[in-house]
C-alpha cells in the first residue's frame, strides 16, 4: 500500500465519521428511529424490563399458539415456517436490549431486571424449541427456494437437538434439565458482573507503574491504593509492576474471583450437559453441541488441538527459557518463570529487545485517534460511513452510538453502540452483542444494531484514554463482529450477522484484529493526544510490529489450554473437578505450573456463555481469517476491491451458507491450515482442520 493510498485514505476519515446530529436523506429502515434519537431505550423505570419482558413473551406464545392451532390442511410455508421465524425475531428484539441492561445498566435495580429477562429468554427458548405442535407444523413445510432450505434445515435441526425425537415423558424430562442449566449460566455470569472484589496497595508495591496509573486507582481512608480486580488494574499490574509479590497478589484475587460459587455452578452445569446428552442420544455434550459445525465431530477437534501442542510446548520452553535468564538479571536466585511472571518479563524482554516503552507508544494512540481510523479503514475496505448521534439518550455517560451508512448512498444499514471504560457493575471484559437483527420484514430490511462492550482505561486527569498495541488490536478484533452483524443482508434474523456455525464465526473477527499490525495501517491509526498530526515515527513503529512475536507462542498456548480443558470438561462422563482439570491442562500445555490455590473456571465466563465445548472455534477460525488475511496482503490491506468481495461473500452472508462454502467462494479454492503455522513460526504438516 502506497503512501498516496494512505494519504487518501486519511483524507476521506472526515468524510466517514461524521459528528453532525443532521441526516443526509437516507432510505428509512423500518426500525429507524427520529433524527437525533437513539435505536434502543435505556431510560427504564422500576419493573419497566420485567413487565415488557412479560408482554414480549405473551405476544410470542399467542403467535407460537395460532402457527400451531392451523389445521394441518391450511398450512403453508408461510404460515408456519416463516411465521415461526418471524414470531422468534420479533421476540429477540424485543428482549435482547432488555437482557443487555444487565450487562451494561448502572443502576443496579434495573441491572437486576435485565439480567432476570435473560434467564426469561433462555427459559422462553428452551420451551418453545420443545414443542411438539410447533415441530408438527413445521417440519411438513416445503420450501420454495434455495433460501427458504436453509432456514427449514437449520429450524428443523434446532427442534430436534432440543429431543423432539424422545418419547413426551424424555422430552419433559430434557426440558427441564435445560431449564436448570440455563439458570446456572445465568448466574455464573451475573456473579461475575457484579463482582466487587478490590486489593489495597501501598505506594512501594506498586513500584513500576506509570504515576498517572497509579492516580486513576482509588484511595482508602488511610492513604493506600484501592484497585478493582477487573481488567484494566489486573493488566496494569501484571505488565508493570516490578515487586513479584504484588504480581502474585493480584493473579491469585484475579483467578479466584466468584471461586467457590461459581466453581459449584459450573460443575453442575457439566453434570446437567452430561445428562441431557446422554437423554438426546449422544456419547457426550462435545460430540452433541459439535454435531452441525464446520469441525463435525469432537474426535476432529481433539485431533486439532493435539496437533497444535508439541509445536507449542517447543516454542514455549524457548520462551520461557528467555524470559527465565531475564528474571535471573533481576533475581540472580530465580529457578523458574512463575505465571504471574510472564506478562511483566514479556513487557521487559521487549523494552531489552526492541528499545521502546509502551507508555510512550500509548500517547500516539487516544482512542479518539484510533476510532477514527477503524472507522476510515472500514470505509476504505466495505464503503461504510459512521456518523456519530450525539444527543441520543443512552445508559451510562461516555457511552456513543453511531449510525452507519453506505458511503455511496447514504442509506441506513445500522447502529452501533460503543460502551469503552470501565464503572461499577459493567461486564467487565470485551464482547460484541447483537441488540437487534438484520432481516427482511414487508418488503424493507430491518437495521441491525450492535453494542461493542469495552474496557479500556478511562480518561483521566485531562489525559485522553491511551491504548495499547493489544488493546487496539482487541477493538479491532470486536469491531469485525460488529461489522459482521451491520453489514448482514441474510433475510432471516436467525440466520443473520455472526449466528453462522459456532466455529465460524470467529472468522471475521480474528481476520480484522491482523490490520493494525500492518505497517501503513498502524501509521493511519496514530496520532500523538496532544498534536493529532504527530504521527508515530516509522522505526518506532516497526519495531513495535516486530516485538509482535514476544509472547505468541504463550498466547496461543493459553487459547489452546482454554480449549482443552473445555473440551475434556465435556468429554468426561462422571463428576469433574474443573479445578483439577484446569491445573493440569495449564501446565500440560504451558510448561508451567499454575498457583495451586487458584480457581480459572470460575471465570472461564466462555463455557457458560454459549462456548461451551466451542471455546476451539477461536484456533479453528484463525486457520481461515489468516487465510482471507493473505487474500487482502496480495493487493493492500485498504484495497476496496478486496474488501468488497469479503463483504459481499462473508459478511453479508451471515449463515445462508456453511462457512466452508463462504470460504471457497471469497478465496477462490479450499482453504488450508499453513498460514496459522507460518504466523506462528512452527511447522504445521501434522495438523489437520
Known sequence: MSAVIIAIIAATVCGCLQTSTQSSPAAA????PPNGTAPIRSDYAAGEITRLSVAAEASANASLDAIAAIPAGDRSIETTLLAFERTMADYGDATQPLALMGYVHPDPAIAAEGTACEEATGVFSTATYSRRNLYDAVRPAVPRMEEESRLYNVTVRRFEQNGLNLSDERLSKVRSMRDDLNRLQVRFLANLNNDTTTLEFAD??????????????????????????????????MT??????????????????QAEENTRLLEEAIDLRQR???????????????E?????????????????????????RAEFAELLRLKRVLDPAASTVEPWDVLYLQERLKRERYAYDEETVKEYFPVDGVLEGVFGIAYSLFDVQFEEVRDAKVWAPGVRLYRVANATDRATIGYLYLDLYPREGKYGYFAAETMIQGRKENGSYVTPVVLVMANFQAPEGGRPSLMTQDEIETLFHETGHALHVILTRAPYGSLSGFETEWDFSETPSQAFEEWPWDPEVLELLSGHYANSSQKIPPELRDRIIASRNVGMSYEFSRVLANSLEDMRFHTTRGPVDVTEVSHETYEEVTGIAPLPETHQPAQFEHVMSGYDAGYYGYLWSKVYA???????RREGMTDRATGMRFRHAILEQGNMKDGGVLLEEFLGREPGNQALFRHLGINGSQATT
Open 626 to 632: 489468516l487465510e482471507c488475511v493473505d487474500e487482502f
Open 276 to 290: 441431557i446428552a446422554k437423554e438426546l442420544g449422544y456419547d457426550t455434550w462435545a460430540d452433541y453441541k459439535i
Open 204 to 237: 512501594d508495591e506498586l513500584a513500576g507503574l506509570p504515576a498517572s496509573t497509579v492516580e486513576a486507582f482509588g484511595e482508602t481512608a488511610n492513604g493506600t491504593c484501592l484497585v478493582a480486580v477487573k481488567y484494566p488494574g489486573y493488566m496494569a499490574i
Open 240 to 257: 508493570k509492576a516490578e515487586r513479584g509479590e504484588t504480581r502474585k497478589r493480584m493473579y491469585a484475587a484475579y483467578n479466584n474471583r
Open 29 to 32: 429502515p423500518p426500525n429507524a
Open 292 to 316: 452441525g459445525r464446520m469441525a463435525g465431530s469432537s474426535d476432529t477437534v481433539m485431533a486439532f488441538l493435539a496437533s497444535l501442542q508439541a509445536p507449542l510446548l517447543e516454542k514455549n
